[in-house]
């Protein structure tokens, strides 16, 4: 079972940028979809992006051309890369592994805050 953890979230204003990264341990994590969460409050949580195993990506309409994901699988780590943040990005930010079926493991979650 994977282990993930995630990092760099903060208070950033308008405007500005945040990188977050997702270190795993315990198992590789180069064979599986990976992606990106967020929960803001009083909100459903909603996936932001999505990177495949051979680096294909999908992006919510909300963050595209904005937000950047990767993934370098010889350091078992993912990142998203969030520019030109707005206050409606504003959440908990958790990676998962085993997008999209229904199974996988969480981080336990960094939290961005966007003022405006």
């Known amino acids: 079972q994977v282990q993930l953890a995630e990092s760099g979230g903060g208070l950033v204003q308008a405007g500005g940028s945040l990188r977050l990264s997702c270190a795993a341990s315990?198992?590789?994590?180069?064979?599986?979809?990976m992606g990106w969460f967020r929960q803001a409050p009083g909100k459903q949580r909603e996936l932001v992006a999505s990177i495949s195993p051979n680096g294909r990506t999908n992006y919510a309409d909300s963050v595209k051309d904005r937000f950047t994901i990767s993934r370098d699988n010889a350091k078992n780590t993912m990142w998203l890369q969030m520019n030109n943040l707005k206050p409606e990005d504003t959440g908990i930010y958790s990676c998962?592994?085993?997008?999209?079926?229904?199974?996988?493991?969480w981080g336990q979650g960094t939290q961005v805050t966007v003022s405006s």
């Open positions: 998962k592994s085993n997008v999209g079926l229904p199974f996988g493991s």
């Open positions: 315990g198992s590789a994590i180069s064979s599986v979809t």
